[in-house]
């Protein structure tokens, strides 16, 4: 979906922190998403953000939404090789998703 | 057993020939959706339907049809495949009681030659 945009490749070493950006254009979106996808699996929901919401953790994601700036993040604490992955930023559009690109995520030892 | 299960999970076809991929789901979802994900781009919804009379066209629907045979069965067909449908397809539900996110099926690789 050329509304969302992320940035397609993210390098972080074990242990660091991971941030993933996500900017989206609808401003009547109620719902932000992060979904994962494994190698060879479909996509799995990790977290979503009500719209009228600034920041959501839970464990070790973190989820900070700036409405003014149409800005979603995603930071994983302490990353881990399990978490090597395709990450998809997604918004809600008349009950439908509109998805990012996806960033690859390439956790090193 | 999973949720939304797909099939077949691979499929090499040729070109032109009619190729249908299904898609079921124990859920108890009314909605239902087919999204095909090539790299680089994301995923790009092709049709999807909030109920068994419902059929919508999404961004991408040329070239596809689909069939919504009961609340819990939602299938794809490609009439005469091309090799620019080649591709990874999943299909996902969601709740119109809960609108929050949608569940997604492990995908169909299919590659047209």
């Known amino acids: 979906g050329e509304d969302v945009e992320q940035s397609l490749f993210l390098s972080v070493r074990e242990g660091d922190s991971s941030v993933i950006n996500c900017t989206y254009t609808?401003?009547?979106?109620?719902?932000l998403y992060w979904y994962k996808q494994e190698p060879g699996a479909g996509l799995q929901l990790l977290t979503y953000?009500?719209?009228?919401?600034d920041m959501k953790q839970d464990q070790r994601l973190t989820v900070l939404l700036n409405k003014k700036d149409k800005h979603l993040s995603l930071r994983i604490a302490d990353t881990q090789t399990g978490d090597s992955a395709i990450y998809f930023c997604?918004?809600?559009?008349?009950?439908?998703?509109?998805f990012g690109a996806g960033t690859t995520v390439t956790v090193r030892a | 057993d999973a949720d939304v299960t797909q099939t077949p999970r691979n499929r090499i076809t040729k070109t032109g020939k009619r190729i249908m991929l299904e898609c079921s789901q124990t859920?108890?979802?009314?909605?239902m959706y087919w999204y095909r994900q090539d790299p680089g781009l994301g995923l790009r919804l092709i049709y999807y339907?909030?109920?068994?009379?419902?059929?919508n066209k999404g961004e991408i629907s040329d070239g596809y049809s689909v069939s919504r045979q009961a609340q819990a069965k939602f299938s794809l067909s490609l009439e005469s495949a091309i090799p620019n449908q080649t591709a990874l397809y999943f299909c996902?539900?969601?709740?119109?009681?809960?609108?929050?996110?949608?569940?997604f099926g492990p995908g169909t690789r299919l590659t047209v030659t």
């Open positions: 859920k108890g979802h009314d909605r």
């Open positions: 996902a539900t969601s709740d119109s009681r809960d609108t929050r996110s949608q569940y």
């Open positions: 339907s909030f109920d068994v009379k419902d059929i």
């Open positions: 997604a918004e809600s559009r008349d009950y439908k998703l509109s």
């Open positions: 953000i009500f719209s009228n919401m």
């Open positions: 609808d401003s009547s979106s109620t719902y």
